[in-house]
């Protein structure tokens, strides 16, 4: 009985020392966009000061999940899936509201899955862009392709790096805009030993077809917790706009939501 009553403190410790070292992957895993971890994020956005008359407000759910899909014991597939669903309230003068999904981004990254001799780790492969939205005023109407490519490199608690990607329209409604737009994501990463992470990107896009650019800066704050024994990542921040088209959003919002983790 009294080996049993030592032992007990023992395992305690091993079992927090276990999850302690399973959050502080989780952390290190969820600041690599082709992670091999299976990940649903639900990210809600707010946007205001839209529009001519600067009325307008913007609320984006956009609905995230990664799936790695290993290919060989060599390389997997990073499927990346962003599914907004949309609320506007006086975008355009006189529209009223809307509310629905909008238009859906698939990509497709190819990826070894030991980093380089170097320590970069990378992927690339296709994207595409589906018109998914039914309110001609949350969607492009037109589909899309292009190229998708992401690098960057894990150094201690520190992670950096950059996401792109090309879509030009190829098909869709006639009377439609066409689009060729660039997206770039460059990012890095800071995760602290109680497996908070502080992380600061930009989410920039420029519409070649327009000239113009649209460049948020966000700051987040993500913490790993459980729940009913299950791993989520929760986060939080706020982003600034420091360029966008004379209609698009001003000044300062917010971002905040939920990733469910679902670790092998």
């Known amino acids: 009985m009294k080996k049993i009553r030592h032992l007990i403190p023992l395992i305690l410790v091993t079992t927090l020392a276990v999850h302690a070292d399973e959050a502080a992957e989780l952390a290190k895993k969820l600041t690599n966009p082709i992670a091999a971890l299976i990940s649903v994020p639900f990210q809600l956005n707010y946007d205001e000061n839209i529009g001519i008359n600067d009325g ?5 759910l956009n609905i995230q999940p990664v799936i790695p899909i290993e ?3 060599e390389w997997n597939v990073i499927s990346r899936t962003i599914l907004p669903v949309v609320w506007k309230d006086d975008i355009i003068q006189g529209s009223g509201r809307q509310n629905g999904i909008g238009d859906t981004v698939q990509s497709f990254f190819i990826s070894p899955k030991a980093p380089s001799e170097s320590g970069w780790i990378w992927g690339a492969g296709p994207v595409f ?3 998914t939205g039914r309110d001609e005023l949350l969607s492009s109407e037109k589909w899309g392709a292009g190229p998708t490519a992401v690098a960057l490199k894990q150094d201690g608690a520190w992670t950096y790096g950059g996401l792109a990607n090309h879509i030009w329209s190829f098909a869709g409604a006639a009377n439609r805009a066409d689009i060729s737009s660039t997206y770039l994501q460059p990012f890095v990463s800071y995760v ?4 908070t992470t502080f992380t600061l990107s930009s989410e920039s896009t420029y519409d070649w077809k327009n000239e113009q650019w649209s460049v948020p800066i966000n700051g987040i704050v ?3 917790v459980k729940i009913k024994d299950a791993p989520v990542s929760v986060f939080a921040g706020i982003r600034y706009w ?3 088209p004379q209609t ?3 000044g300062f919002g917010f971002r905040a939501g939920i990733t469910l983790l679902f670790p092998k």
């Open 248 to 250: 698009g959003p001003e």
């Open 192 to 195: 602290l030993p109680t497996h």
């Open 71 to 73: 290919i060989n014991d």
């Open 129 to 131: 862009l589906f018109p």
């Open 242 to 244: 420091a360029d966008a």
């Open 56 to 60: 307008g407000k913007k609320w984006l």
């Open 222 to 224: 993500s913490q790993i």
